[in-house]
Nanobody
Framework: QVKLVESGGGLVQAGGSLRLSCAAS????????MGWYRQAPGKQRELVAT???????NYEDSVKGRFTISRDSALNTLYLHMNSLKPEDTAVYYC?????????????????????WGQGTQVTVSS
C-alpha cells in the first residue's frame, strides 16, 4: 500500500520560513504529479503547488515568489520550501500523489488514476 508521511509543520513567526517534507513509500509506479494542498477552517481545500513527472511546476498566485516545490525522484520525496510566511498561510497542509493511467505493455490495460494523500500537517503563522 502507498503511504505518504509528512513532516516539517509547526509554529512560526510572520516573515519566517519552514520546509515541509513528504516521503512516499510502497509500490509506486507511473507518477503523474505530486503536490501540496492546504485547508483552513471553514474553507475549501486549495492547491498550493504541484510538480509533474516532467519537472514543470505550478503555484497558486498568493504563494508565487515565496514558496518553492521540489522533488527528489530517487527518494520519492516531495518538499515545499516556504519563505516570507504570512498569517493567511495558516492551514493544514496535505501532500498529494497522483499516479496511474499508463498502459501495461503486456496486458494493454491502463492502470487506474489514483490520488493518495498524507495525513496533513499543521502550519501556524503568528503575527
Amino acid at each position: 500500500q502507498v503511504k505518504l508521511v509528512e513532516s516539517g509543520g509547526g509554529l512560526v513567526q510572520a516573515g519566517g520560513s519552514l520546509r515541509l517534507s513528504c516521503a512516499a513509500s510502497g509500490s509506486i509506479e507511473s507518477i503523474n504529479s505530486m503536490g501540496w494542498y492546504r485547508q483552513a477552517p471553514g474553507k475549501q481545500r486549495e492547491l498550493v503547488a504541484t510538480v509533474t513527472s516532467s519537472g514543470s511546476t505550478n503555484y497558486e498566485d498568493s504563494v508565487k515568489g515565496r514558496f518553492t516545490i521540489s522533488r527528489d525522484s530517487a527518494l520519492n520525496t516531495l518538499y515545499l520550501h516556504m519563505n516570507s510566511l504570512k498569517p493567511e498561510d495558516t492551514a493544514v497542509y496535505y501532500c498529494n500523489l497522483n499516479v496511474g493511467g499508463d498502459y501495461d505493455p503486456w496486458t494493454l490495460i491502463p492502470s487506474p488514476v489514483t490520488d493518495y494523500w498524507g495525513q496533513g500537517t499543521q502550519v501556524t503563522v503568528s503575527s
